[in-house]
């Protein structure tokens, strides 16, 4: 089946430096999402990309959707230790359903 | 944007006891979904659930494990029947707004003793 991989599962860095996760699909999606859960809370969308070679932004969080529509990345630029929490990507699918498939998920820990 | 209620946020059950969760959701949603979450994991999905019909369970979950129910458009339950500590997870229901984008219960933490 469908698998997302996202590399790397933790991160440590000191406050202000930059950090980025790679998110990479076995198949094609039609978009692809990010999500960020704080510790001990739940997912929160953050942005969706639907665009080949789509980059957005939103302050200091860049996201860029692969040009195969396969891969995707976020950027967090100076990090902040109110950036704590683990970054998910997920994209829909359609299997006889209409379904989301979540990425493993990387764990940012910023030491301040 | 969605407002969801997920109730209980948390419980503690004996092995061999059932838990129904329950999701209000403050505005009617087609596509409504079930998630479990072990801790330190990422999301997994348990089923779809379908308003007035059974829902669409993924692979190695089974109805008689995970009953749900979906009355209407705006509420569904997730019942955890015969519980082993195995099932010891968060709970997380989601809705689909606004283009695709997923919104989540704030979850229910469970311990199965």
């Known amino acids: 089946g469908q698998q997302v991989m996202q590399i790397p599962q933790y991160q440590h860095v000191q406050e202000g430096e930059d950090f980025t996760t790679y998110c990479n699909s076995s198949t094609t999606l039609s978009n692809i999402q990010w999500y960020k859960q704080r510790p001990g809370g739940h997912p929160v969308f953050l942005i969706q990309?639907?665009?080949?070679?789509e980059v957005k932004k939103q302050k200091r969080l860049t996201f860029q959707f692969g040009e195969a529509k396969k891969n995707s990345s976020l950027h967090i630029t100076a990090t902040q230790t109110t950036d704590v929490g683990t970054y998910f990507c997920a994209g829909p699918t359609w299997s006889g359903t209409y379904k989301y498939i979540f990425g493993t998920g990387t764990r940012l820990k910023v030491l301040a | 944007s969605a407002v969801i209620s997920q109730k209980p946020s948390r419980d503690i059950c004996q092995r061999g006891t059932s838990l129904t969760i329950q999701c209000q959701v403050d505005s009617q949603v087609t596509m409504m979904f079930w998630y479990r979450q072990q801790p330190g994991q990422s999301l997994t999905l348990i089923a779809t659930a379908n308003q007035g019909s059974e829902a669409t369970y993924e692979s190695g979950f089974v109805i008689d494990k995970f009953p749900i129910s979906r009355p209407n458009l705006t509420f569904s339950t997730l019942t955890v029947s015969n519980m082993s500590p195995e099932d010891s997870s968060i709970y997380l229901c989601s809705v689909v707004v606004d283009a695709e984008k997923l919104f989540f219960g704030s979850g229910t933490q469970l311990s199965v003793l």
């Open positions: 990309l639907v665009k080949s070679g």
